[in-house]
């Protein structure tokens, strides 16, 4: 017997179509890895109701969930097809490492605020995605244990692609990260083409959350994190 469509479901299925499709995104993957994620999971009570706008909500520690279409839009340029190994900078919530971790078959993901990092590896647990790690450190500086990624995601603005996850993408693999200025940048997907040779193209411009880091934006003074910004 058919399930009865609930209020989020039918939620999801609208930005699926009016956020997602008509905005350009067409991989088939990522439109059904989206239908499949509750975003209502990944954000707080009292933004439940709102999970499903257009975008991004804030989630506590000064950081915030992005809006859906930019998660895609990343998601998209990574074009994953299953098999992949990948690694995401900016765990945040969980949302785009659950998005991830549909598409590809391991994500490692890297957190630099330890109570995100702890809420979100309980949250991905309780959700049933059993392919995702959540790692506490600097995500400038990647996580080495386990590279080379045929994909790399970083959820958070930097002043320049960190050398480091250039080094960890294996030959073929793409770099998908928006960097630039601190309240602007260019969301942008390199590829690594042979071992000293990459190729950049250029998605649109964002606005994320700094990424802080070693080789990243400096950490404020007495501050763990920074006031959200809206994305896209």
């Given at each position: ?12 299925a ?6 997602l ?18 975003r ?15 975008t ?11 809006q ?26 969980g ?43 600097d995500g ?16 958070a ?11 960890q ?5 793409r ?11 260019e969301?942008a997907?390199?590829?690594?083409r ?8 250029r ?30």
């Amino acid at each position: 017997m058919a399930q009865p469509v609930t209020s989020s479901d039918a939620r999801r299925a609208q930005m699926v179509r009016d956020q997602l499709r008509h905005r350009g995104i067409v991989d088939p993957r990522v439109l059904a890895a989206f239908a499949a994620v509750p975003r209502e999971a990944f954000v707080p009570a009292s933004s439940t109701a709102r999970a499903y706008e257009d975008t991004p909500l804030a989630i506590g520690a000064g950081q915030t969930i992005s809006q859906p279409y930019v998660v895609a839009l990343a998601a998209q340029a990574l074009q994953l097809h299953g098999a992949e190994r990948v690694l995401e900078i900016g765990t945040g919530s969980g949302y785009a490492a659950a998005i991830l971790a549909t598409l590809a078959r391991e994500v490692d993901t890297v957190e630099r605020i330890p109570e995100l990092a702890h809420a979100a590896r309980d949250r991905l647990a309780q959700l049933g995605f059993t392919n995702v790690r959540v790692h506490h450190g600097d995500g400038t500086l990647g996580w080495p244990a386990h590279a080379p990624y045929d994909a790399i995601v970083v959820s958070a603005g930097a002043p320049r692609p960190p050398p480091a996850l250039l080094a960890q993408l294996a030959v073929g693999g793409r770099l998908v990260l928006p960097y630039g200025e601190l309240d602007e940048q260019e969301l942008a997907r390199i590829t690594r083409r042979e071992p000293e040779r990459f190729d950049e193209d250029r998605l649109g411009g964002v606005r994320f959350v700094p990424l802080i880091g070693e080789a990243g934006w400096p950490e404020p003074a007495g501050q763990t994190g920074l006031d959200p910004m809206p994305v896209g």
